[in-house]
């Protein structure tokens, strides 16, 4: 139960005890906002998992001991037994008892821990020295394939965390991507994540994706990271508005969160005149290497023109149209970078990823001072000040101007704190 | 439907396992069993934990070793490869040559290359057997056991069953019954960038070999002549040609009196001096001492009773090859 409902409940009984409600109403006010205790136990699930993961764990360490006076056949009896009994004590209560489903997928979770001991206790127990980073991925895919089947959100993450294994093992240790990974989240994960209306499934996929994307574009071409990425983040932002009108409406803030971190920190990596030289010096060459910014990119508009088409844009607020405008600001200008204009244009590029940037702080700003959202005024300055500070480093020698410089920052951030705190205070009905 | 479904996710799992185990298991009681030697240069790899990493003396293999179409082509990093295995000496095996077409029949086994072939001289090869796990506190043990890089070195044979598609199992291990030192006793005062005009003495070092005894049985060795029972041979890293321009050891008859015999725990010992003519190369058309000719390139001793010792020892002579650690003409590697 959050702290609003929280505190709407204990408001109800307050108004039914003197009086200021009847029983009926107390009742219709209760039904309108549930408490959500009837909903899935996430908390009671995620314990048991994570406990079913650390005794999964403690058994690989027992087993990894190797013990030589342990016979082969009777580790392996040990491996198979394990699996089973944790799998089938699953299968059996699952039929059982229905409450139990904290239980049973903590067994089931421990069942496929134990599988992926079992791969590395059936390799120590036969010397076998193959590819490891394989293991990985069967490992995962047993967890995707159950994380359907049951369906089970807990399986799902440990799948998300073993394909992240398999594809870093495969880049950092082999240097050879498979190109699969981010695919397998895109059709495996996510698309589980939205049925089973799991935020946290989402986010962890979300940021899996974007990650696995970036290590494959990084793979065939270095360079190309930043602009995979950042079409990534777009295409995310886009997706948020879209989402917020769809049965999974809980979903935007998190497609939101993921794909604005990533933005705010490409676009600020972007204003650094290195950054944009170097983007305008990268040429894709062939087809795999411009899938990886096409691609997003192609999805980033698709959907933002199902947005304009829909009708999506003109309903949102100002500050909302105008990071929209920010943000499509920054598509175009990465486009026209990637497409090849003139190197010596790379000054122009660089002073109008700063004005974006700085757009963002201050819609950043004004909007959370109008809504009274300290975190946002906060990110705002945080994120302005950064700006300042990078571009202090870049432009000023002179002390005197520096020391205007910090003047003229220290100035403009008291002045926004001291009229957030006026806006405060009159929005509070005690001061006013 | 759904229960059917995670009924299947979970039989699959089991398969999984059950393939992994079946399949090794299939092979250690079909397959045939050969031993391989790991070379005696392993110990300055890092142990890790439980398992002792094991390096095949073919681990490495040199262009004159490569057949097929690899022979002609550049061979990429984690290409399938077979590495054909012929009879050393007992059960022991060693690698006959490698190529990227699957032998028809014979014994041979399946690998991947680690490099890309450009990127290094020769092929390294992984052939899945490499890891070799124990029980935790006992691999201490066997890199004692195998020695230490400036001291007496025993090599490991490790017994392994091959199946027929070239998988290879590791069953078990045992110790070489010779174990080999290789000191230098005369270190050239030079490196690569010395003008060799200028220097005055021998280009080459001068080496002190040991044999050792590190069975529980008596052993008999020959070196006839002018230290016959070793050659010098270049590691695969190298892809020039050498051949030795030292002829005296062809077709010398071994007597019983040439036989060395060494008790348990008792050592051979050798001063080998490579600026003398006996260890001459030709190279590139020059013949000299590697110390002039081969001075970037790196060697191996090798003891090997010659044939005619076979006849001459019977069965109690020692078969097979003892390759030293590694060197150069100014400093010692491995």
Same mark, same amino acid.
């Given at each position: 139960?959050?702290?609003?409902?929280?505190?709407?409940?204990?408001?109800?009984?307050?108004?039914?005890?003197?009086?200021?409600?009847?029983?009926?109403?107390?009742?219709?006010?209760?039904?309108?906002?549930?408490?959500?205790?009837?909903?899935? $136990?996430?908390?009671?699930?995620?314990?048991?998992?994570?406990?079913?993961?650390?005794?999964?764990?403690?058994?690989?360490?027992?087993?990894?001991?190797?013990?030589?006076?342990?016979?082969?056949?009777?580790?392996?009896?040990?491996?198979?037994?394990?699996?089973?009994?944790?799998?089938?004590?699953?299968?059996?209560?699952?039929?059982?008892?229905?409450?139990?489903?904290?239980?049973?997928?903590?067994?089931?979770?421990?069942?496929?821990?134990?599988?992926?001991?079992?791969?590395?206790?059936?390799?120590?127990?036969?010397?076998?020295?193959?590819?490891?980073?394989?293991?990985?991925?069967?490992?995962?895919?047993?967890?995707?394939? #159950?994380?359907?089947?049951?369906?089970?959100?807990?399986?799902?993450?440990?799948?998300?965390?073993?394909?992240?294994?398999?594809?870093?093992?495969?880049?950092?240790?082999?240097?050879?991507?498979?190109?699969?990974? $981010?695919?397998?989240?895109?059709?495996?994960?996510?698309?589980?994540?939205?049925?089973?209306?799991?935020?946290?499934?989402?986010?962890?996929?979300?940021?899996?994706?974007?990650?696995?994307?970036?290590?494959?574009?990084?793979?065939?071409?270095?360079?190309?990271? #930043?602009?995979?990425?950042?079409?990534?983040?777009?295409?995310?932002?886009?997706?948020?508005?879209?989402?917020?009108?769809?049965?999974?409406?809980?979903?935007?803030?998190?497609?939101?969160?993921?794909?604005?971190?990533?933005?705010?920190?490409?676009?600020?990596?972007?204003?650094?005149?290195?950054?944009?030289?170097? %983007?305008?010096?990268?040429?894709?060459?062939?087809?795999?290497?411009?899938?990886?910014?096409?691609?997003?990119?192609?999805?980033?508009?698709?959907?933002?023109?199902?947005?304009?088409?829909?009708?999506?844009?003109?309903?949102?607020?100002?500050?909302?149209?105008?990071?929209?405008?920010?943000?499509?600001?920054?598509?175009?200008?990465?486009?026209?970078?990637?497409?090849?204009?003139?190197?010596?244009?790379?000054?122009?590029?660089?002073?109008?990823?700063?004005?974006?940037?700085?757009?963002?702080?201050?819609?950043?700003?004004?909007?959370?001072?109008?809504?009274?959202?300290?975190?946002?005024?906060?990110?705002?300055?945080?994120?302005?000040?950064?700006?300042?500070?990078?571009?202090?480093?870049?432009?000023?020698?002179?002390?005197?101007?520096?020391?205007?410089?910090?003047?003229?920052?220290?100035?403009?951030?008291? #002045?926004?704190?001291?009229?957030?705190?006026?806006?405060?205070?009159?929005?509070? $009905?005690?001061?006013? | 439907?759904?229960?059917?479904?995670?009924?299947?996710?979970?039989?699959?799992?089991?398969?999984?396992?059950?393939?992994?185990?079946?399949? /090794?298991?299939?092979?250690?009681?079909?397959?045939?069993?050969?031993?391989?030697?790991?070379?005696?240069?392993?110990?300055?790899?890092?142990?890790?934990?439980?398992?002792?990493?094991?390096?095949?003396?073919?681990?490495?293999?040199?262009?004159?070793?490569? /057949?097929?179409?690899?022979?002609?082509?550049?061979?990429?990093?984690?290409?399938?490869?077979?590495?054909?295995?012929?009879?050393?000496?007992?059960?022991?095996?060693?690698?006959?040559?490698?190529?990227?077409?699957?032998?028809?029949?014979?014994?041979?086994?399946?690998?991947?290359?680690?490099?890309?072939? /450009?990127?290094?001289?020769?092929?390294?090869?992984?052939?899945?057997?490499?890891?070799?796990?124990?029980?935790?506190?006992?691999?201490?043990?066997?890199? /004692?056991? &195998?020695?230490?890089?400036?001291?007496?070195?025993?090599?490991?044979?490790?017994?392994?069953?091959?199946?027929?598609?070239?998988?290879?199992?590791?069953?078990?291990? &045992?110790?070489?019954?010779?174990?080999?030192?290789?000191?230098?006793? &005369?270190?050239? &005062?030079?490196?690569?960038?010395?003008?060799?005009?200028?220097?005055?003495?021998?280009?080459?070092?001068?080496?002190?070999?040991?044999?050792?005894?590190?069975?529980?049985?008596?052993?008999?060795?020959?070196?006839?002549?002018?230290?016959?029972?070793?050659?010098?041979?270049?590691?695969?890293?190298?892809?020039?040609?050498?051949?030795?321009?030292?002829?005296?050891?062809?077709? %010398?008859?071994?007597?019983?009196?040439?036989?060395?015999?060494?008790?348990?725990?008792?050592?051979?010992?050798?001063?080998?001096?490579?600026?003398?003519?006996?260890?001459?190369?030709?190279?590139?058309?020059?013949?000299?001492?590697?110390?002039?000719?081969?001075?970037?390139?790196?060697?191996?001793?090798?003891?090997?009773?010659?044939?005619?010792?076979?006849?001459?020892?019977?069965?109690?002579?020692?078969?097979?090859?003892?390759?030293?650690?590694?060197?150069?003409?100014?400093?010692?590697?491995?």
């Amino acid at each position: 139960m959050s702290k609003r409902n929280r505190w709407l409940q204990d408001q109800i009984s307050a108004w039914l005890d003197e009086g200021l409600i009847d029983a009926p109403q107390a009742a219709s006010l209760r039904l309108r906002y549930p408490t959500g205790d009837q909903q899935t $136990p996430w908390g009671r699930i995620i314990v048991s998992s994570v406990g079913a993961v650390v005794f999964g764990l403690g058994i690989i360490l027992f087993f990894a001991y190797n013990w030589a006076e342990l016979p082969k056949f009777a580790k392996l009896a040990l491996v198979f037994t394990a699996v089973i009994a944790a799998h089938g004590t699953g299968f059996y209560l699952s039929s059982s008892d229905t409450a139990k489903r904290g239980l049973v997928e903590s067994l089931h979770v421990m069942g496929t821990m134990l599988f992926g001991a079992g791969i590395w206790l059936i390799a120590q127990i036969y010397h076998i020295d193959e590819h490891y980073p394989n293991a990985f991925l069967v490992w995962g895919l047993a967890a995707l394939a #159950l994380a359907w089947a049951m369906p089970s959100v807990a399986q799902a993450l440990m799948a998300v965390l073993l394909i992240v294994l398999w594809e870093c093992f495969e880049v950092f240790d082999f240097s050879s991507p498979t190109y699969l990974g $981010p695919w397998i989240v895109l059709f495996g994960i996510i698309p589980l994540a939205w049925l089973q209306r799991s935020r946290a499934l989402l986010f962890f996929a979300l940021v899996a994706f974007i990650a696995l994307y970036a290590l494959g574009a990084g793979r065939v071409e270095g360079d190309m990271v #930043l602009a995979a990425m950042f079409y990534c983040a777009c295409l995310y932002l886009a997706a948020s508005r879209l989402c917020a009108r769809s049965a999974f409406p809980e979903s935007a803030p998190v497609f939101a969160t993921v794909g604005f971190s990533v933005y705010l920190v490409l676009l600020y990596i972007l204003t650094f005149h290195e950054v944009t030289r170097a %983007l305008l010096d990268l040429s894709p060459e062939g087809a795999l290497q411009w899938s990886y910014v096409i691609l997003p990119l192609v999805g980033a508009l698709s959907v933002w023109l199902i947005l304009l088409a829909t009708g999506a844009w003109q309903q949102a607020d100002a500050m909302r149209r105008w990071n929209a405008g920010l943000i499509s600001f920054s598509m175009l200008l990465m486009c026209f970078e990637l497409v090849g204009v003139s190197r010596e244009q790379t000054g122009f590029f660089t002073l109008m990823f700063n004005l974006g940037f700085l757009g963002h702080c201050l819609v950043m700003i004004v909007a959370g001072t109008q809504r009274l959202s300290w975190k946002q005024v906060t990110l705002g300055c945080v994120l302005f000040s950064a700006l300042m500070f990078a571009r202090f480093l870049d432009l000023f020698d002179s002390l005197l101007m520096r020391s205007l410089f910090f003047l003229a920052l220290g100035a403009g951030l008291f #002045l926004i704190g001291n009229f957030y705190s006026r806006r405060k205070k009159l929005q509070d $009905p005690q001061h006013a | 439907m759904r229960r059917k479904f995670i009924l299947f996710c979970i039989a699959a799992q089991l398969l999984v396992l059950g393939v992994m185990a079946g399949e /090794r298991e299939y092979i250690l009681n079909t397959g045939e069993r050969i031993y391989l030697r790991t070379a005696p240069i392993d110990p300055r790899d890092p142990f890790r934990g439980d398992f002792v990493r094991l390096r095949y003396e073919f681990a490495q293999v040199s262009d004159e070793q490569v /057949r097929g179409a690899l022979a002609d082509s550049a061979g990429q990093k984690g290409d399938r490869v077979y590495a054909v295995l012929a009879k050393s000496a007992g059960d022991l095996y060693r690698l006959d040559y490698i190529s990227d077409e699957k032998p028809e029949a014979g014994l041979f086994l399946r690998g991947r290359l680690r490099h890309d072939r /450009r990127a290094t001289r020769g092929l390294a090869v992984k052939y899945g057997i490499e890891q070799l796990f124990v029980e935790q506190g006992t691999g201490k043990a066997i890199e /004692r056991r &195998r020695g230490t890089r400036d001291g007496l070195q025993v090599p490991m044979e490790v017994e392994i069953a091959v199946g027929s598609s070239g998988t290879a199992v590791i069953r078990g291990f &045992r110790w070489s019954q010779l174990g080999s030192s290789l000191e230098m006793l &005369r270190i050239p &005062r030079r490196n690569r960038n010395t003008n060799l005009e200028e220097v005055t003495g021998p280009l080459s070092p001068k080496l002190l070999i040991g044999l050792q005894n590190v069975s529980d049985k008596v052993l008999l060795l020959a070196d006839p002549g002018d230290h016959c029972g070793f050659q010098m041979r270049k590691t695969a890293r190298v892809s020039r040609q050498y051949r030795p321009a030292y002829n005296g050891c062809r077709g %010398l008859p071994v007597s019983a009196g040439d036989l060395i015999a060494l008790a348990p725990g008792e050592a051979y010992t050798v001063e080998l001096d490579l600026s003398e003519p006996r260890w001459q190369v030709e190279v590139d058309g020059n013949t000299g001492e590697i110390g002039r000719y081969a001075s970037d390139d790196s060697f191996r001793m090798v003891y090997e009773a010659p044939e005619a010792a076979l006849d001459a020892g019977g069965d109690d002579i020692w078969k097979g090859e003892l390759p030293t650690r590694a060197f150069t003409a100014f400093q010692l590697l491995d």
